[in-house]
């Protein structure tokens, strides 16, 4: 079969590799793919969703993977279908469980599916009256897409006001931020849970946790991820359950009741507060970097699980993972996540010495671009690419993580030294 995956991330070079597993993959194409997937398949310069749907047509291509928001929220889903594609993601009506906070929120209201209290508004009044009802810390968001920026976390109550003005006044996040969403602080662990869903059926992959925040001990500013490990040991069957009974079904359930079956992978973060799973958020698309983690613990065939996802045959999966874990730390280039950097000629030493190490660590390449003249991979992007290690105990992953770590290196470089703490350092 040949497959198409739209992205050009981390995550995108992770469901390739695990799509090379599987020999009915025939040609992989990339759109448009980053400067390594071309190690994986063929990059298409193409972004328009026509023109995409023209070339799968023209070359037999069966199914079409979409890694991130944008495209979804854009509507290729739709466009695809219409054409008789199939394409493994949500439609732009269902992907608004991720760009809209607040169509999310009044959704979960709705099928109560547990999260934080809160109010939408575009009042400063009201949303100052709601402010004086809570405890601090608050947290404000902006209602659309700002790539993972439109959260505040206010340390106390005149911050939250100032906060809310801010993002009323379009000042902070332009048109995103003209509605919000006034929360309350929940204390708790964080947890990145995936199901791959068809509409109405649905498969739960081991849980992840994220490290969202530039520096050790979860310090600095927000990121769009520093590194993540998987499965995490917080989550016992306990809490699988609970997410199943009052998150994932009444989901699905409601999703499809008001007319917009959710297809694709449905992220829910999760706040676990005194052993209860509340929903932080949905996101309509795997996580980056927590998908660099599980697709190389999934045992059976992720062609098979997307294609079957894409075509509402969930119920006739057999999933299988690996008994293992998996620890994946991001290396980012010199200004992230403040500026851009100069790009940087990426040098990898070769693994000669110990062949266990080299069956379980690889990288995900993500922000990288390939020179057309000397064939080098350069770093161009901010979050650069994933040093991952398996191992059969997290301590194992983590250490052949950082082993591979060592052995990357590019002017500028830099990286959490304490991916997995949440469950080693204790
Ligand atoms: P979001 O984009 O909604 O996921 O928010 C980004 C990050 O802000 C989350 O991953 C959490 O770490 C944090 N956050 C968001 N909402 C809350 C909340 N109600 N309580 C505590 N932390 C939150
Ligand atoms: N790693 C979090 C995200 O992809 O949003």
């Not at 059926?201 to 600095?220: E, M, S, W």
């Not at 769009?224 to 917080?234: E, I, V």
């Amino acid at each position: 079969m040949n497959v198409l995956v739209i992205g050009a991330g981390g995550r995108e070079y992770s469901i390739g590799m695990a799509l090379r597993k599987d020999e009915n993959v025939e040609s992989l194409y990339f759109a448009p793919g980053n400067g390594a997937t071309d190690e994986l398949g063929v990059n298409l310069d193409i972004s328009d969703f026509n023109k995409l749907a023209d070339f799968c047509e023209a070359n037999d291509v069966e199914l079409t993977i979409v890694g991130p928001e944008a495209p979804l929220v854009e509507g290729i889903a739709d466009l695809f279908e219409e054409r008789g594609l199939k394409i493994f993601g949500p439609s732009a009506k269902a992907a608004q469980l991720e760009g809209s906070k607040i169509f999310m929120k009044n959704f979960l209201a709705r099928h109560n599916v547990p999260t934080a209290k809160y109010i939408e508004t575009d009042s400063i009044e009201e949303a100052y009256k709601f402010i004086n009802t809570l405890e601090a810390p608050i947290v404000v968001k902006a209602d659309g897409l700002c790539g993972g920026k439109g959260v505040i976390i206010a340390k106390n109550h005149n911050e939250a006001k100032k906060a809310v003005g801010d993002m009323l006044s379009g000042n902070a996040f332009g048109e995103a931020g003209t509605s919000i969403v006034v929360e309350e602080f929940l204390d708790g662990y964080e947890l990145s849970v995936f199901a791959i869903c068809d509409g109405e059926d649905y498969v739960v992959l081991p849980a992840a946790q994220d490290h969202k925040r530039l520096h050790n001990n979860d310090q600095g500013p927000n990121t769009g991820g520093m590194g993540a490990y998987a499965p995490t040991p917080l989550v016992n069957d306990e809490i699988y359950k609970k997410l199943d009974e009052r998150v994932i079904v009444p989901t699905l359930k409601g999703m499809k009741e008001e007319g917009m079956p959710f297809k694709g992978v449905l992220f829910i973060g999760v706040m676990v507060v005194k052993g209860e799973p509340i929903i932080l958020e949905y996101n309509v698309r795997f996580g980056d970097p927590e998908c660099e983690e599980l697709m190389p613990l999934l045992k059976s065939s992720a062609l098979d699980l997307f294609y079957k996802g894409a075509t509402n045959d969930l119920k006739n999966l057999k999933i299988e993972f690996h008994d293992k874990f998996a620890v994946g730390v991001v290396m980012a280039s010199k200004d992230y996540p403040y500026k851009s950097s100069a790009p940087a000629e990426i040098i990898v030493d070769e693994i000669v010495h110990d062949e266990i190490f080299a069956q379980h660590a690889h990288i995900s390449y993500a922000g990288v671009t390939r020179d057309k003249e000397d064939g080098k991979l350069y770093a161009t992007g901010g979050r650069v690419l994933v040093c991952v290690g398996l191992g059969d105990t997290i301590e194992d992953a983590q250490k052949r993580a950082y082993m591979l770590v060592g052995q990357v290196h590019f002017a500028g470089k830099h990286c959490r030294t304490d991916i997995a703490y949440q469950v080693l350092n204790k």
